[in-house]
């Protein structure tokens, strides 16, 4: 296997990617950009990680564009930032040469950590709240962030609607948006909208780069984003429609739980790249450049 300089994984990356996990360290080894054309970390599980596990994760960023998915920095919680955790997280960016980092748009510690993603009350308070806590991010990192629209299974404060509150907060931050088609397909049937308006309602020039993912049927009028299944058909069609509306970014299979053998991964990840093909041949547009270079 050819190994990449440092240097190769500062281009913009397009195509599909996967997330890397510790315990997929040694399955993914023989993956080339034949297979995929980058990888997903969540940085809080590699902060400060040396020994073997360190030496296997820079060879795969030596090999591979590395986005990054925080999981910890409870952007819209009570509590004020930890500015030592986006300290970390920007050295880990900067060591990495990481294309982009992402988290979630919600909130998930108050006194402790919750180890769950709580959505935030859709008022114009909270935009302003959460956008200030968002620039803030950006001072500290010295890049602009993407944040996700997240799934949620209970509704806080209404004054706006999800889609009116994510446009509000990603305009006054001035950041990007990570633009996970699955939870808009999980959250349509939990809350009762239709799917292609409320992706047609996005900022969707703001998507940095693209989710896809399955979830759990927990009953008819349920569903639940575990990322532990394959992805379904009205989930790909969405994937596609991003593509016609937005254009063509890279997009992450996410497959967190019940991880199947790479072959069967990588049936999913061409399928991206088939969507991915088809969009560009109907002239939709393709983002390979600007907006994936690694900030100075």
Known sequence: MTVQTDTDVSRPALGAGLGLRRSEMQTFNALTHEHIDFMEVA????????GRFGDQLREYTRRFPLFCHGLSLSIGGPSPLDTQLVGNIKQFLDAHQVCAYSEHLSYCSDDGHLYDLLPIPFTEEAVHYVAARVRQVQDQLERRIALENVSYYLTAAQDLTESEFINAVLAEADCDLLLDVNNIFVNSINHGYDPHEFLRALPGHRTRYYHVAGHYDEAEDLKVDTHGADVIEPVWELLSEAYDLYGVRPTLLERDFNIPPVAELLKEVNQVKQIQAQALAQ??????????????
Do not use: F, H, K, T
């Not at 940085?43 to 040396?50: A, D, H, K, R, T």
């Not at 002239?283 to 100075?296: F, I, K, N």
């Open 283 to 296: 002239g939709a547009q393709d983002y390979r450049g600007a907006l994936l270079a690694v900030p100075s």
């Open 43 to 50: 940085p809080e599980n590699w902060i400060g990680v040396g």
